[in-house]
T-cell receptor
Framework: QKEVEQDPGPLSVPEGAIVSLNCTYS??????FMWYRQYSRKGPELLMY??SSGNKEDGRFTAQVDKSSKYISLFIRDSQPSDSATYLC?????????????WGAGTKLIIKP | NAGVTQTPKFQVLKTGQSMTLQCAQD?????MSWYRQDPGMGLRLIHY???????DQGEVPNGYNVSRSTTEDFPLRLLSAAPSQTSVYFC?????????????FGPGTRLTVL
Protein backbone atom coordinates (compact mmCIF):
# COMPACT_ATOMS: atom_id res chain seq x y z
CA GLN A 1 0.00 0.00 0.00
CA LYS A 2 1.32 3.44 -0.93
CA GLU A 3 1.72 6.00 1.85
CA VAL A 4 -0.36 8.50 -0.12
CA GLU A 5 -3.05 7.56 -2.64
CA GLN A 6 -4.30 10.02 -5.21
CA ASP A 7 -6.55 9.39 -8.21
CA PRO A 8 -4.45 10.24 -11.29
CA GLY A 9 -7.43 11.40 -13.36
CA PRO A 10 -7.67 13.10 -15.70
CA LEU A 11 -10.59 14.96 -14.20
CA SER A 12 -12.37 17.08 -16.80
CA VAL A 13 -14.96 19.68 -15.75
CA PRO A 14 -16.58 22.72 -17.39
CA GLU A 15 -15.44 26.23 -16.55
CA GLY A 16 -17.14 27.60 -13.46
CA ALA A 17 -17.65 24.21 -11.81
CA ILE A 18 -16.61 23.38 -8.27
CA VAL A 19 -13.73 20.93 -8.29
CA SER A 20 -12.90 18.47 -5.54
CA LEU A 21 -9.47 16.82 -5.49
CA ASN A 22 -8.71 14.20 -2.86
CA CYS A 23 -5.95 12.15 -1.28
CA THR A 24 -5.88 9.46 1.36
CA TYR A 25 -2.88 8.64 3.50
CA SER A 26 -1.89 5.91 5.92
CA UNK A 27 0.55 7.50 8.40
CA UNK A 28 -1.18 9.12 11.36
CA UNK A 29 2.04 11.02 12.23
CA UNK A 30 1.68 13.41 9.30
CA UNK A 31 1.32 16.97 10.60
CA UNK A 32 1.45 19.31 7.59
CA PHE A 33 -0.47 18.78 4.40
CA MET A 34 0.71 20.55 1.27
CA TRP A 35 -0.87 21.01 -2.13
CA TYR A 36 1.44 21.70 -5.04
CA ARG A 37 0.30 22.67 -8.53
CA GLN A 38 2.28 21.60 -11.58
CA TYR A 39 1.65 23.04 -15.02
CA SER A 40 2.62 20.96 -18.04
CA ARG A 41 6.39 20.74 -18.49
CA LYS A 42 7.07 22.88 -15.41
CA GLY A 43 8.22 22.21 -11.87
CA PRO A 44 5.67 21.99 -9.05
CA GLU A 45 4.90 25.11 -7.03
CA LEU A 46 3.34 25.36 -3.60
CA LEU A 47 -0.35 26.26 -3.76
CA MET A 48 -1.25 26.11 -0.08
CA TYR A 49 -0.84 24.05 3.06
CA UNK A 50 -2.68 23.24 6.28
CA UNK A 51 -1.48 22.17 9.68
CA SER A 52 -3.28 19.25 11.38
CA SER A 53 -7.04 18.98 10.89
CA GLY A 54 -9.34 21.70 9.66
CA ASN A 55 -9.93 24.02 6.75
CA LYS A 56 -7.86 26.75 5.15
CA GLU A 57 -9.15 29.11 2.52
CA ASP A 58 -7.16 31.16 0.00
CA GLY A 59 -9.26 32.92 -2.60
CA ARG A 60 -11.03 30.32 -4.71
CA PHE A 61 -9.09 27.47 -3.09
CA THR A 62 -9.96 25.62 0.12
CA ALA A 63 -7.81 22.90 1.65
CA GLN A 64 -9.40 20.51 4.10
CA VAL A 65 -7.85 17.81 6.29
CA ASP A 66 -9.71 15.15 8.24
CA LYS A 67 -7.07 13.35 10.33
CA SER A 68 -9.60 10.93 11.80
CA SER A 69 -10.27 9.45 8.37
CA LYS A 70 -6.82 10.33 6.92
CA TYR A 71 -8.44 12.24 4.08
CA ILE A 72 -7.14 15.40 2.37
CA SER A 73 -9.20 17.54 0.01
CA LEU A 74 -8.65 20.58 -2.19
CA PHE A 75 -11.70 22.45 -3.44
CA ILE A 76 -11.59 24.94 -6.29
CA ARG A 77 -14.56 27.28 -6.69
CA ASP A 78 -15.45 28.99 -9.97
CA SER A 79 -12.84 26.94 -11.80
CA GLN A 80 -10.98 28.64 -14.66
CA PRO A 81 -9.13 27.20 -17.69
CA SER A 82 -5.93 28.54 -16.07
CA ASP A 83 -6.52 26.05 -13.22
CA SER A 84 -5.80 23.20 -15.66
CA ALA A 85 -2.75 21.50 -14.17
CA THR A 86 -1.70 18.49 -12.15
CA TYR A 87 -2.33 18.84 -8.41
CA LEU A 88 -0.05 16.95 -6.03
CA CYS A 89 -0.85 16.39 -2.39
CA UNK A 90 2.15 16.05 -0.10
CA UNK A 91 1.80 15.28 3.59
CA UNK A 92 4.80 15.87 5.86
CA UNK A 93 5.67 14.26 9.17
CA UNK A 94 7.62 11.58 11.00
CA UNK A 95 8.35 8.35 9.15
CA UNK A 96 10.98 5.76 10.01
CA UNK A 97 12.65 8.07 12.60
CA UNK A 98 12.92 10.84 10.02
CA UNK A 99 10.75 13.74 9.00
CA UNK A 100 9.74 13.32 5.38
CA UNK A 101 7.60 14.87 2.69
CA UNK A 102 5.65 12.13 0.92
CA TRP A 103 4.23 12.87 -2.51
CA GLY A 104 1.01 11.69 -4.06
CA ALA A 105 1.13 10.77 -7.76
CA GLY A 106 -0.93 13.83 -8.69
CA THR A 107 -4.37 14.37 -10.25
CA LYS A 108 -4.50 15.90 -13.71
CA LEU A 109 -7.27 18.51 -13.89
CA ILE A 110 -8.70 19.85 -17.15
CA ILE A 111 -11.06 22.84 -17.11
CA LYS A 112 -13.00 23.10 -20.36
CA PRO A 113 -13.91 26.64 -21.53
CA ASN B 1 16.42 36.32 -8.54
CA ALA B 2 16.60 33.44 -10.98
CA GLY B 3 15.35 30.98 -8.32
CA VAL B 4 16.32 27.37 -9.10
CA THR B 5 17.95 26.75 -12.46
CA GLN B 6 18.66 23.40 -14.09
CA THR B 7 20.69 22.46 -17.12
CA PRO B 8 20.29 20.88 -19.56
CA LYS B 9 16.54 20.97 -20.28
CA PHE B 10 16.71 17.84 -22.45
CA GLN B 11 19.28 15.06 -22.78
CA VAL B 12 19.49 11.79 -24.66
CA LEU B 13 22.08 9.26 -23.50
CA LYS B 14 23.11 5.80 -24.57
CA THR B 15 23.19 2.98 -22.05
CA GLY B 16 26.43 3.10 -20.08
CA GLN B 17 27.18 6.77 -20.64
CA SER B 18 27.66 9.10 -17.70
CA MET B 19 26.57 12.69 -17.29
CA THR B 20 25.99 15.42 -14.74
CA LEU B 21 22.74 17.31 -14.29
CA GLN B 22 23.40 20.80 -13.00
CA CYS B 23 21.32 22.61 -10.38
CA ALA B 24 21.88 26.05 -8.91
CA GLN B 25 19.86 28.33 -6.63
CA ASP B 26 20.39 31.97 -5.70
CA UNK B 27 18.10 32.14 -2.66
CA UNK B 28 20.74 31.11 -0.10
CA UNK B 29 18.73 28.01 0.76
CA UNK B 30 20.40 25.39 2.93
CA UNK B 31 18.23 22.45 1.88
CA MET B 32 18.46 21.09 -1.67
CA SER B 33 17.15 17.89 -3.16
CA TRP B 34 16.84 15.90 -6.36
CA TYR B 35 13.67 14.13 -7.43
CA ARG B 36 12.68 12.01 -10.35
CA GLN B 37 9.13 12.06 -11.66
CA ASP B 38 7.69 9.12 -13.57
CA PRO B 39 4.09 8.70 -14.80
CA GLY B 40 1.84 7.37 -12.03
CA MET B 41 4.67 7.37 -9.48
CA GLY B 42 4.72 10.90 -8.19
CA LEU B 43 7.97 12.55 -7.11
CA ARG B 44 10.59 10.25 -5.65
CA LEU B 45 13.51 11.61 -3.66
CA ILE B 46 16.94 10.59 -4.99
CA HIS B 47 19.40 12.52 -2.78
CA TYR B 48 19.26 15.56 -0.60
CA UNK B 49 21.59 17.98 1.16
CA UNK B 50 21.07 20.01 4.33
CA UNK B 51 24.04 22.26 3.67
CA UNK B 52 27.42 22.52 1.96
CA UNK B 53 29.42 19.34 2.49
CA UNK B 54 26.45 17.30 3.78
CA UNK B 55 24.47 14.93 1.58
CA ASP B 56 22.28 11.92 2.21
CA GLN B 57 20.34 9.31 0.30
CA GLY B 58 16.66 9.48 -0.42
CA GLU B 59 14.22 6.82 -1.54
CA VAL B 60 15.87 5.87 -4.87
CA PRO B 61 19.62 6.67 -4.71
CA ASN B 62 21.06 3.73 -6.68
CA GLY B 63 22.91 4.77 -9.83
CA TYR B 64 23.23 8.41 -8.78
CA ASN B 65 25.88 10.44 -6.96
CA VAL B 66 25.75 13.94 -5.54
CA SER B 67 28.09 16.41 -3.90
CA ARG B 68 27.57 19.85 -2.39
CA SER B 69 30.69 21.99 -2.32
CA THR B 70 28.84 25.32 -2.18
CA THR B 71 25.46 26.49 -0.89
CA GLU B 72 24.40 27.41 -4.42
CA ASP B 73 25.17 24.27 -6.43
CA PHE B 74 23.98 20.68 -6.16
CA PRO B 75 24.89 18.57 -9.21
CA LEU B 76 23.52 15.08 -9.80
CA ARG B 77 25.76 12.53 -11.50
CA LEU B 78 24.55 9.50 -13.39
CA LEU B 79 27.39 7.02 -13.21
CA SER B 80 26.39 4.55 -15.95
CA ALA B 81 23.05 5.41 -17.51
CA ALA B 82 20.38 2.71 -17.80
CA PRO B 83 17.00 2.81 -19.61
CA SER B 84 15.30 2.65 -16.17
CA GLN B 85 16.72 6.12 -15.50
CA THR B 86 14.63 7.63 -18.28
CA SER B 87 12.61 10.22 -16.38
CA VAL B 88 12.09 13.89 -15.65
CA TYR B 89 14.49 15.14 -12.99
CA PHE B 90 13.68 18.07 -10.71
CA CYS B 91 15.97 19.91 -8.38
CA UNK B 92 14.38 21.73 -5.44
CA UNK B 93 15.53 23.97 -2.63
CA UNK B 94 14.03 25.25 0.61
CA UNK B 95 15.05 27.55 3.40
CA UNK B 96 15.66 24.95 6.10
CA UNK B 97 16.04 21.24 6.67
CA UNK B 98 12.42 20.80 7.67
CA UNK B 99 10.85 19.79 4.42
CA UNK B 100 7.50 21.28 5.32
CA UNK B 101 9.07 24.56 4.33
CA UNK B 102 8.03 25.61 0.83
CA UNK B 103 10.12 23.84 -1.74
CA UNK B 104 11.09 25.78 -4.86
CA PHE B 105 11.52 23.64 -7.93
CA GLY B 106 13.57 24.10 -11.06
CA PRO B 107 12.06 23.63 -14.53
CA GLY B 108 13.27 20.04 -14.82
CA THR B 109 15.55 17.99 -17.07
CA ARG B 110 13.96 15.46 -19.40
CA LEU B 111 16.34 12.53 -19.75
CA THR B 112 16.01 9.66 -22.20
CA VAL B 113 18.36 6.69 -22.00
CA LEU B 114 18.43 4.50 -25.10
Amino acid sequence: QKEVEQDPGPLSVPEGAIVSLNCTYSNSAFQYFMWYRQYSRKGPELLMYTYSSGNKEDGRFTAQVDKSSKYISLFIRDSQPSDSATYLCAPWGAMDSNYQLIWGAGTKLIIKP
Amino acid sequence: NAGVTQTPKFQVLKTGQSMTLQCAQDMNHEYMSWYRQDPGMGLRLIHYSVGAGITDQGEVPNGYNVSRSTTEDFPLRLLSAAPSQTSVYFCASSLAESSYNEQFFGPGTRLTVL
